[in-house]
């Protein structure tokens, strides 16, 4: 048996959407981007919704259009992909490394307040892994600060907080469609916000400045979606539903059916709808194994297994001269202990028992 740790849902559904578009002539960003942006603004309950070609693009443009630039400073969680702090430095910003909740993985609003200067014009806090961070305690810090908050949504598309979609609680939201995100267009993004102003900004910086064609009002980028992707896009978010149910229903069986002492499950605090992109495991001195023992272990079993992220951002080299003290330790100590197990809707249930077998086994 082998189970990969990730696998895009992708069916004859997708390919039909494609080839559609393929047979239309029109490749480039036209109708079915106009659809795709719609339906997600519809869906996520903003007013707009901009299509690019890829979550970091999403970071960046965001970025861009909240006036961020040299000489400013954006708080970034520390355990995160790398693009969330590497999006700020395109801009010629200076990210600004906090530490996450022990539990949730998620940035703390206490390590955001206490790391605010002069200089901090915004906050990126990150759903990690499908969880939503505490929305409320970040924006009660942004907005006593004037501070622009930008939703990381890569890995949460359809995960809420209280009630309200990812990408509609902040004054933008970042989205990514990689492949093995909960839903894909292949590569892909999209920024939501319910701002007209930063909308009109947005479609400005994705395509070159152009207010008009050839008339360009200010420096861009060539960061549009193509039409082959967005009708990728809409067959999968319709799917979207569907395939957050399975992920959340694999996960739960993975919560009460694994038992080993030394393992932490994934912890949902009150008022959350997880997501479950990635389902990550904290492996404390009590396990039986060494993390790299284990993963040999599940190799062999043929369960794979991926470390998100096996180094925090502020120990990255291209940071760490800017950081050279553990300023922040639980991101370290996450680094050296999580694991994801296969989590994704095309696990069936033979597939889960097995995992949770095979792991249990380890006692």
């Known amino acids: 048996m082998q189970i990969p740790v990730a696998r895009p849902a992708i069916g004859q559904d997708e390919i039909s ?35 690019i070609n890829n979550g970091t693009a999403a970071l960046h443009a965001a970025l861009l259009a909240a006036n961020i630039g040299p000489g400013d400073e954006v708080i970034v969680p520390s ?4 693009a969330t702090a590497s999006a700020v430095s395109m801009t010629g910003a ?3 490394f906090v530490d996450v909740n022990e539990q949730t993985f998620c940035i703390d609003p206490a390590q955001v307040e206490n790391h605010i200067t002069p200089k901090t014009k915004a906050v990126i806090g990150v759903h990690l892994f499908g969880q939503p961070f505490d929305v409320h305690g970040i924006k009660q810090v942004c907005e006593s600060h004037n501070l622009t908050l930008i939703e990381d949504a890569a890995q949460a598309q359809g995960a809420m907080c209280n009630g309200e979609k990812a990408g509609a609680m902040g004054h933008m939201g970042c989205f ?6 909960n839903m894909t267009t292949g590569e892909g993004g999209m920024v939501t916000t319910s701002d007209k102003a930063l909308n009109e900004r947005l479609r400005l910086i994705i395509n070159h400045g152009q207010s008009e064609k050839y008339f360009h009002t200010r420096i861009g980028y060539n960061y549009r979606l193509t039409d082959v992707a967005a009708a990728i896009g809409l067959v999968q978010l319709k799917k979207l539903e569907k395939f957050n149910m399975r992920r959340r229903k694999n996960a739960e069986y993975f919560d009460t059916h694994l038992s080993v002492k030394g393992l932490v499950t994934p912890v949902v605090t009150q008022g959350m709808h997880h997501v479950y992109h990635q389902y990550v495991l904290r492996l404390t001195d009590e396990f039986p194994m060494k993390r790299p023992d284990f993963i040999e272990y ?9 470390i ?3 180094i925090p951002i502020h120990h990255q080299p291209v ?3 800017a950081n050279e003290d553990d300023s922040c330790p639980i991101s370290t100590s996450l680094a050296s202990s999580v694991l994801s197990i296969p989590v994704h809707p095309l696990l069936d249930q033979k597939e889960l028992a097995y995992i949770c077998e095979s792991i249990n086994r380890v006692k």
Do not use: N, Q
């Open 79 to 82: 355990f995160t992909f790398f």
């Open 17 to 51: 959407a494609v080839t559609a578009v393929l047979e239309s002539g029109m490749l480039a960003a036209g109708e079915r981007v106009a659809e795709f942006e719609k339906k997600f603004a519809d869906y996520c309950g903003t007013t707009h919704a901009v299509a």
């Open 319 to 321: 940071y760490a001269r």
């Open 298 to 306: 599940l190799k062999v079993k043929g369960i794979g297994t991926a």
């Open 308 to 310: 998100h992220y096996p």
């Open 94 to 96: 200076k990210p600004i």
């Open 176 to 181: 990514s469609f990689y492949a093995t995100k």
